[in-house]
């Protein structure tokens, strides 16, 4: 699973909605916010996972253009309390492929692994079962999750 065919893939199903939220963007953001949720459970169900915008900034909604490009959570397996791979691993991993990042052990607690990683732009939290993207998605961001996604979440 590669998380750039499932962005490319969310992209596009926004545009292929574009007219619908240009007419309600404006008027109705509860309506958009139902129609982003159909759209990423749509595209979701199609790899197997739960993928969700989130909106930390109530005002991004309306901002068509960042849909699927910043603030992304995609759960393979709520449950996974331990990572498929060393943790140690998945922290030299981003600060090889994220330049200023800072890593650390977080979420620590009833026997579950974590981490999360900060850099100048926002931050990644990840779960054994999950990642979730706090920052706008740039090629670094977009290359490290890649590798998550084939090498740390993968389902056994």
């Avoid at 926004?14 to 240009?22: A, K, M, S, Y």
């Avoid at 739960?50 to 995609?74: A, M, Q, R, T, V």
Wanted: net charge positive; charged share 25%; proline share 3%.
């Amino acid at each position: 699973m590669m998380f750039s065919k499932i962005i490319e893939d969310l992209k596009m199903n926004f545009n292929t909605n574009r007219d619908f939220f240009n007419k309600y963007l404006k008027s109705n953001p509860n309506m958009i916010y139902s129609k982003i949720n159909e759209i990423t459970q749509f595209v979701g169900a199609r790899y197997g996972i739960d993928l969700k915008l989130h909106f930390p900034d109530p005002k991004k909604i309306y901002i068509f253009d960042s849909y699927g490009s910043e603030n992304i959570g995609i759960v393979v397996d709520r449950f996974s309390k331990k990572f498929s791979i060393s943790r140690e691993l998945v922290k030299s991993k981003a600060i090889e492929t994220l330049p200023g990042a800072t890593v650390s052990d977080a979420y620590m607690y009833e026997g579950k692994e974590g981490v999360r990683i900060s850099f100048k732009k926002g931050r990644l939290e990840l779960l054994p079962g999950s990642i979730h993207i706090w920052c706008s998605i740039d090629k670094d961001v977009e290359n490290y999750v890649n590798w998550i996604l084939t090498n740390v979440l993968v389902k056994h």
